[in-house]
Nanobody, 113 residues
Framework: QVQVVESGGGLVQAGGSLRLSCAAS???????MGWYRQAPGKQRELVAR???????TYANSAKGRFTISRDNAKNTLYLQMNSLRPEDTAVYYCNAVPGYMNWGQGTQVTVSS
């Protein structure tokens, strides 16, 4: 089964940007992939998804600020996050949509006000 490793998180001020990466151990070429996040005390939610045709959809909270992309040659998924807000603070994970892969450790994003 494909394993994923997320990276790129960190501490950033409100209004700042981060680019998250998700390296997969195998091909993700034909897989619908997504970025999820889980804030303390909240359920994990899907914030962005990209299908095998590179069509993208976003949660309302991410529209206009986040961009999901993929590099199939590198088996890597990305999430460009701009205009970050304190409410974006969470652990971010990548997985297939639905999330049938083993979950990685995630990458922490903390946005200070």
């Amino acid at each position: 089964q494909v394993q994923v490793v997320e990276s790129g998180g960190g501490l950033v001020q409100a209004g700042g940007s981060l680019r998250l990466s998700c390296a997969a151990s195998g091909s993700i070429f034909s897989i619908d992939m997504g970025w999820y996040r889980q804030a303390p005390g909240k359920q994990r939610e899907l914030v962005a998804r990209i299908n095998s045709a590179d069509s993208t959809t976003y949660a309302n909270s991410a529209k206009g600020r986040f961009t999901i992309s993929r590099d199939n040659a590198k088996n890597t998924l990305y999430l460009q996050m701009n205009s970050l807000r304190p409410e974006d603070t969470a652990v971010y994970y990548c997985n297939a949509v639905p999330g049938y892969m083993n979950w990685g450790q995630g990458t922490q994003v903390t946005v200070s006000s």
